[in-house]
């Protein structure tokens, strides 16, 4: 047993963490928007995956990088924390992009006032 892949997991929920933090993305932009957002994504992930190990689709496999600790038969401790973290990932990198898009449409504006 061994912790290898749930400190990953942990490390990379972190930097999700930091970079939501720095560029107010997600949690730091509406903290309760961001909670149901990030809790509905959450559990339906995760009705989903017992859904696949119910119909034999999904099931565990055997590493040595897995705590070896379940949730439910075949789901693992670490798909929560997996699921977090893509939920998370996912969140921050649509505000990001809408960031992104945002300032460029501010700047075109600017410059395509500027000509004229």
């Known amino acids: 047993m061994t912790f290898a892949y749930l400190l990953t997991l942990l490390l990379s929920l972190g930097a999700m963490v930091l970079l939501d933090r720095r560029f107010r993305l997600f949690f730091?932009?509406?903290p309760v928007r961001a909670a149901i957002v990030l809790g509905v994504?959450?559990?339906?992930f995760?009705?989903?995956?017992?859904?696949?190990i119910g119909l034999g689709i999904?099931?565990?496999?055997?590493t040595?990088?897995?705590t070896g600790l379940q949730l439910?038969?075949?789901?693992p401790v670490e798909e929560f924390f997996f699921l977090?973290?893509?939920?998370?990932l996912t969140m921050n990198a649509v505000q990001g992009a809408r960031l992104l898009l945002a300032s460029r449409a501010?700047?075109?504006?600017?410059?395509e006032g500027s000509d004229g």
């Open 28 to 30: 730091w932009r509406n």
């Open 41 to 44: 994504g959450l559990v339906y």
């Open 46 to 52: 995760l009705v989903w995956d017992l859904f696949g």
């Open 58 to 62: 999904f099931y565990r496999g055997e």
């Open 64 to 66: 040595t990088l897995m």
């Open 72 to 75: 439910a038969p075949e789901l």
């Open 84 to 88: 977090t973290f893509l939920c998370y």
């Open 106 to 111: 501010k700047r075109a504006g600017v410059e």
